[in-house]
């Protein structure tokens, strides 16, 4: 069922427009090996017109477009230099339409080869008997499709220790992979699932007891699967660690590191060379005898780091701490608590922040604070999808204890945690909702920001890191109390074409201190939508969906194109509708002299979307720009439910120049309302006992509504209005008798007058206030 309504969705999205948008399902390898070059072929939709790709690693891999594209396929030849940081990135395809969707990569140093299926279809390996013979150490790329089953062949001597891992669900699909060891005779040997930190994929050694050829088989553990799904199998030996301890350091100072998972002396490190990466960024581990690396995530922090000192099991065994600093500890065993004491003073406002998931730790934290009478003042677990967090402010000076231990009573190796402890400053979270922009010579796009303060509300000042000359933000500053910026980025006509990445750093200064932010996004991986389905099924993002690569979030694509021949603005920034009515707003197109193509024009947002799989509750219809009719008039129709609100809708122009498609967006505010609202006036009133006065209620209709409405006076003992008051069509007041009783006791009387009607079908409510009487006293 839910896959029938995910059908639906995505059927009414992509017929909105008539001109596709770029759209990778898959990219082949999906590892590249850092020192050669590698072809790599990009499947999907609408990716005729390639010129480039995008990656989060910006200008450091040389990228040749190997031959023209197709409508379903891209080819480039891509150079990964020897100094390429290993891990997860992201990557764009651009054409001369615009940026596709972002897919996700792994840099390896592991020898690459390819499944010969892939190519092959008739070279199956699904048996051990046909299994592809392999040479350690090595990485493959291989493809998953429903029911699939690839096998591998490979040879191991006695006592010869082999790591194993799987690069698949962190590729951002929903595949779920398992890999089980076979011997020569077919007989199971052992098998892996899901290592957490990792998602749904895997990191193990084994130790092979006698020489001879082994297979290993990897599959779904649903066996689902799809042509889109790939993975790269990696064999060797390398290290199996997946959490660092501390997952801290310090960009300029070595630092001591230690990986439990693989070795229990720490060991000192240089970070200097990871400086330019955005925390948290990828280190790899490679020991002196491994053939290859392992990619962990660490983060590079100012604040101190205090390491638990054991045995720490109880309140008088802390190990003591100084706010503000970063505490890091192991669960190492079943029932383990981990103790630490911090002296606090006194309205020093400290958060609390627990980093299990982000370190790739099998860590689920739960964080109890105790006061210096030892009495529980705080016990925090997770928040939804984030680990364990809190603020407090000390009521008193003194020691107070932390407690940490994992929910179920769980530990081990991989029980690594850290706990920020930090002062509560001032503080700005930016996000720009969009991730990717295709901006053509000469004009603008929009670029809209969102922000969350703490402890400021100030101006901020905007900047743009990585922009060439020529590409700039419209505006460069963010008001006092403002929280959504309708950013605009504008590029020269100067600006030559090609891909940018770009960052937006919000910038202010607080009574305490200067400080700095830069804007995130979330871009969407693959098609599948948030929200819940029409039984209340959640269509939540994956865990591999939401913790995306660093280098991914902190930054936008953008890719300039040749001058665009037509381009629109919307005269009016606020459109006002009538709930269960309509409205018409104006477009106004430009187009150049030898331009004669139809211009589409869609509106998006809000309650012009699908919300939930249920049909927009604001209905749009705009005709085509022509060379006949550049200024054009759209309609938007209230449907059911429509809510009262005001949300920020986008209207975006769609046309082809000759073989490419052009696409520009502009913005506007729909603020809908209730298509009448009446008021009394006056609205309020001095009268004495045995009194009469009249009032006036007026219609305030808003256009094109013109009905009747009816409004029902709330009774109040001695003070009489009619039981019903009526506006025929049209009307645009009408005016109230009131009589005041003569036994009316003095005081204050409020009458309430709500009014309601049928507006087409629908049954809608308003209100003309309140009518306030004030009695005086008898002389």
């Known amino acids: 069922m839910i896959h029938q309504a995910l059908a639906l969705l995505l059927l009414v999205t992509a017929s909105q427009n008539s001109f596709g948008q770029v759209f990778v399902e898959k990219i082949f390898p999906p590892a590249l090996q850092r020192g050669r070059i590698s072809r790599v072929v990009l499947s999907g939709s609408n990716l005729a017109g390639a010129t480039s790709l995008w990656t989060s690693l910006g200008p450091q891999l040389k990228l040749t477009l190997a031959t023209a594209s197709s409508s379903q396929q891209a080819v480039f030849d891509v150079f990964v230099p020897h100094d390429a940081p290993l891990g997860l990135y992201g990557l764009r395809l651009a054409t001369q339409n615009g940026l596709s969707n972002v897919h996700l990569f792994a840099i390896d140093d592991l020898p690459q080869i390819e499944e010969v299926e892939f190519s092959q279809p008739q070279l199956t390996n699904s048996e051990p008997a046909s299994a592809q013979h392999i040479k350690l150490p090595v990485a493959v790329s291989a493809a998953c499709a429903a029911t699939d089953v690839d096998c591998f062949s490979f040879n191991a ?52 007891a006698e020489a001879g050829t082994y297979v290993v088989k990897v599959h779904d553990s649903r066996y689902h699967g799809s042509h889109h799904w790939t993975y790269s199998l990696r064999i060797g030996r390398f290290p199996v660690a997946r959490v660092a301890f501390p997952s801290t350091v310090h960009p300029n100072e070595q630092s001591q590191v230690n990986f439990p998972q693989v070795e229990n002396t720490p060991r000192t490190f240089s970070f200097t060379a990871y400086k330019k990466q955005t925390a948290p960024f990828f280190f790899d581990l490679r020991r002196n005898q491994d053939e290859g690396s392992a990619w962990l995530p660490l983060s590079f922090s100012t604040l101190p780091n205090v390491i638990e000192v054991e045995p720490n099991d109880d309140r008088t065994q802390a190990t003591a701490a100084t706010a503000p600093c970063n505490l890091h500890g192991i669960i190492s065993k079943e029932n383990d608590w981990d103790y630490f004491v911090l002296t606090l003073k006194k309205g020093q406002k400290l958060k609390f922040c627990a980093q ?201 694509a953008v890719v300039v194109t040749p001058p665009a021949p037509f381009d629109f603005e919307l005269p009016e920034s606020e459109v006002l509708l009538p709930r269960y009515v309509f409205t018409h707003f104006p477009i106004k197109t430009r187009r150049s002299k030898s331009y004669f193509e139809p211009i589409q024009l869609v509106a998006r947002g809000g309650q012009l979307e699908y919300d939930r799989l249920r049909q927009p509750k604001i209905i749009s219809t705009i005709p085509d720009a022509t060379t006949g009719q550049g200024t054009v008039m759209a309609k938007l129709t209230s449907v059911v439910d429509t809510a009262t609100t005001r949300h920020r809708v986008t209207v975006t122009a769609t046309a082809k120049d000759g073989a490419r498609t052009v696409n520009l967006t502009r913005v506007f505010y729909l603020d809908t309302r209730v298509a009448f609202q009446p008021t009394v006036e006056p609205s309020q009133l001095k009268l004495n006992p045995g009194q009469t006065a009249k009032v006036r209620i007026l219609a305030n209709r808003l256009k094109p509504f013109n009905g009747a409405f009816t409004i029902r006076p709330s009774k109040v003992a001695d003070i009489q209005l009619p039981e019903e008051i009526k506006l025929a069509p049209g009307q645009t007041e009408v005016e109230v008798p009131i009589q005041i009783g003569a036994g009316i006791k003095p005081g204050k009387y409020s009458v309430e007058l709500p009014a309601e009607t049928r507006i087409a079908k629908f049954a809608e409510q308003a209100s003309a206030g309140k009518l306030e009487i004030e009695i005086n006293a008898a002389e």
Do not use: M
């Not at 790591?163 to 669900?169: D, Q």
């Open 356 to 556: 299990t998931r982000n370190i790739g730790s099998a860590a689920d934290l739960e964080l109890s604070l105790f006061g210096v009478d030892g009495k529980s003042l705080k016990q925090v677990d997770d928040s939804g999808f984030e680990d364990a967090t809190f603020t407090f402010t000390p009521p008193a000076d003194g020691n107070y204890v932390l407690q940490v231990g994992d929910v179920l009573r769980d530990g081990g190796s991989a029980f690594v945690y850290r706990v920020e402890v930090n002062a509560v400053r001032p503080h700005v979270e930016l996000e720009s909702e969009v991730g990717r922009i295709a901006v053509p010579q000469g004009t603008w796009q929009p670029l809209p920001l969102k922000l969350k303060r703490t402890q400021y509300n100030g101006p901020l000042e905007l900047s743009l890191a990585g922009a060439p000359d020529g590409i700039r933000l419209s505006t460069s500053s963010i008001p006092a109390d403002v929280n959504l910026l309708d950013g605009i980025l504008d590029v020269d006509a100067t600006v030559p074409t090609g891909v940018y990445t770009l960052q937006i750093v919000a910038s202010a200064k607080s009574a305490e201190k200067t400080f700095q932010t830069r804007a995130r996004t979330q871009p969407l991986i693959d098609r599948l939508p948030t929200g819940r389905g029409p039984h209340g099924e959640p269509f939540e993002l994956r865990e591999d969906q939401r913790r995306l690569p660093a280098t991914l979030t902190d930054r936008i």
């Open 157 to 208: 001597d006695r006592d010869q220790r082999v790591s194993f891992e799987i690069v698949g669900s962190r590729l951002g699909k929903a595949f779920d992979p398992v890999i089980s060891i076979l011997d020569s005779k077919g007989r199971f040997i052992t098998d892996r699932d899901n290592d957490v930190g990792l998602f749904f994929d895997c990191r193990f050694e084994h130790t092979f």
